[in-house]
């Protein structure tokens, strides 16, 4: 098993890393490019579609990886139906990539990405892959129609609206691969979603580098939704046999830093009165922006919320794993360190905005007695 999963991961990283500078050319040649405006922070054109070369990692491992653990008998697709399900998730992706493609190209509304959005992940659910048992209790089937379609958009959603800082949704997204996979692994989960977190994980890790700060390119839509669709589709493929409350609560928290962020902006539009088409555009609002206006630079933004992904996820495993009061007492430790070093850190900030201050101060003077 541990071999499959290590080839998942090279082949989807390397297929990935490989096919990013192609991208970067194909964005140039059809327009998609991200051009400076009041609500981006990137200061100069940057190519916009480089999450084509996530979905072909993705897509070349994970089929390389079915056919051949197939061929050897360690993966049964037979079993669970996983033929159908494996179809309805290649379509949804099919179907999710030309909506949002598009979308990076010629900027369409946002009511048409909503319909490729719940388009997809209607096809998930026509082919098997729902939430239906929950404590081993069936869930009516209209019921489980809305769970499943309104976690896929949600978090398809969630995971393209962080995305406004140089890798902060293909880190983020990245955090919560690693998460999942742990928690597949130590919970028999089916070995199929194991395989798709780890192509995940290693078709983000290729692009990243590519994406960090300063970026040479962005994932888009195209690879921001893709990015969405994927953790919420196989967060349902890897809870399927074991739907206890906490294991389905497990995705949740893992994801809970975007879905706490969209949340809060549908809010925050809806309360200043926008349209609903408005409510899912982008604004400034969002956490990295916030973070930003205190007068944190990007790299450091993105790492304040890495760290705040990697500790909701660290706390969903040891929620599975260990139970609540571990999880709680590791939540506390974790409060009291960031309470302790934000006192720290602000009291450093402040002296460094000081001495700026002082620095500009002295400038001018000397500027005015050169006059």
């Known amino acids: 098993m541990w071999g499959d999963i290590a080839i998942a991961f090279l082949l989807s990283f390397i297929t990935s890393f490989v096919m990013v500078p192609y991208t970067i050319k194909l964005a140039k040649k059809v327009g998609a490019i991200d051009y400076p405006s009041d609500r981006r922070v990137n200061k100069k054109p940057i190519p916009r579609i480089g999450g084509i070369a996530v979905i072909i990692g993705f ?13 050897e008998g360690t993966l049964n697709l037979d079993a669970e139906n996983y033929k159908m399900k494996l179809l309805g998730f290649l379509l949804g992706i099919i179907i999710l990539t030309a909506f949002s493609l598009t979308d990076d190209i010629k900027d369409i509304k946002p009511w048409k990405k909503l319909v490729g959005q719940v388009l997809a992940a209607v096809i998930i659910f026509s082919f098997g892959i729902r939430i239906d048992t929950i404590n081993e209790i069936n869930i009516h089937p209209v019921i489980s129609f809305i769970l499943t379609v309104g976690w896929i958009v949600g978090i398809t959603n969630a995971i393209n609206l962080i995305d406004g800082l140089d890798g902060l949704s293909s880190g983020i997204s990245l955090i919560s691969c690693i998460s999942l996979l742990i928690i597949f ?9 194991v395989v798709l977190i780890t192509a995940l994980a290693g078709a983000i890790s290729g692009f990243l580098p590519f994406n960090i700060n300063p970026a040479k390119t962005f994932i888009g839509d195209v690879g921001a939704q893709f990015l969405g669709f994927c953790l919420a589709t196989i967060s349902i493929l890897g809870v399927a046999k074991t739907v206890t409350l906490v294991v389905l609560i497990a995705p949740i928290l893992v994801l809970a830093l975007p879905i706490f962020d969209t949340l809060f902006a549908i809010i925050r539009r809806v309360v200043k009165g926008k349209s609903l088409k408005a409510v899912f555009q982008a604004d400034k609002g969002h956490l990295h922006h916030r973070l930003m206006k205190k007068g944190y630079s990007q790299r450091q933004a993105v790492a304040i919320l890495y760290g705040a992904s990697a500790t909701l996820g660290m706390f969903a495993v040891i ?8 999880a709680l007492s590791f939540a506390l430790i974790v409060v009291a360190i960031v309470a302790i070093g934000y006192k720290e850190l602000v009291n450093f900030k402040t002296e460094e905005i000081k001495s700026i201050k002082q620095k500009r101060k002295h400038k001018n003077s000397q500027d005015k007695n050169e006059e």
């Open 59 to 71: 897509i070349v491992a994970s089929i390389y990886l079915i056919i051949t653990m197939n061929i």
């Open 319 to 326: 929620l599975i794993d260990n139970g609540i009061w571990k």
């Open 185 to 193: 692994a130590t919970n028999a989960s089916p070995l199929i979603s």
